[in-house]
């Protein structure tokens, strides 16, 4: 069974400041899913990372795919209040059937960011 | 633009009260997924359909059914739902491929069970 861990589960932050959240998981796959959510809404994508090496750069946000430590980072640049929220990784760990992937994903246990003043 | 549309937003049931939720793209994608997300926890995948074959995980209660009558739309089917089934129900939607894309999601359907 697929687990994909994440930590930490809480972070404070200060606006201004970098902080990393790290997004471990049990099986081999090589497409990995970022996820805003803020409270009682639905899911933001954020970054899809889908090789081993991939950067994605949004803002203050960046994330990066290591398929061989099965670890993916969120690291947050320069933090302020709007990127307050929970941030979810997931992974797609779906069988490729006939070539053909289905997109099951697994999502961590989500991350609850506050950025204060 | 092309969105996921989910109805209603808010549904309040009574227990053992049958409820249908209902989900719509616009996005022509061919794979519709179900998600049940309870308060301060992660989605929860409880089934797909690609095109019109229908995946149910392993631990999905028999309570929960869904149906795909055209790539447009997707239902999920409460048959007697109990408390511990109120939680945030989201459907999203993407295209099989060889590359996988990112799931888009509908804005969720917040069910609560009295």
């Known amino acids: ?117 | 633009d092309a969105m996921v549309i989910q109805n209603p937003r808010y549904q309040v049931t009574q227990f053992g009260k049958p409820v249908t939720l209902s989900c719509s793209q616009t996005l022509n994608h061919n794979v519709m997924y179900w998600y049940q997300q309870k308060s301060s926890q992660a989605p929860k995948l409880l089934f797909h359909y690609y095109d019109k074959d229908f995946n149910n995980e392993a631990d999905t209660p028999d309570n929960f059914q869904s149906r795909r009558p055209n790539t447009s739309f997707c239902f999920l089917d409460i048959r007697s739902p109990g408390l511990g089934d109120a939680a945030m129900y989201l459907c999203a939607t993407s295209i099989a491929s060889r590359r996988a894309y990112e799931q888009y999601f509908g804005p969720g359907t917040r069910l609560t069970v009295t």
Not at chain 1, 1 to 14: H, I, T, W
């Open chain 1, 1 to 117: 069974e697929l687990k994909v861990e994440q930590n930490p589960l809480f972070l404070s932050m200060q606006e201004g400041k970098n902080y990393t959240i790290y997004c471990n998981y049990s099986t081999t796959s090589d497409r990995l899913y970022w996820y805003r959510q803020d409270p009682g809404k639905s899911l933001e994508s954020l970054f899809v990372l889908l090789s081993n090496g991939a950067v994605k750069q949004e803002g203050r946000l960046m994330a990066s795919l290591d398929t061989k430590a099965r670890l993916s980072t969120l690291h947050i640049t320069a933090a302020v209040h709007d990127l307050s929220a929970t941030y979810f990784c997931a992974v797609d760990s779906s069988g490729v059937a006939g070539g053909t992937s289905y997109g099951k994903l697994t999502f961590g246990q989500g991350t609850i960011l506050t950025v204060h003043p």
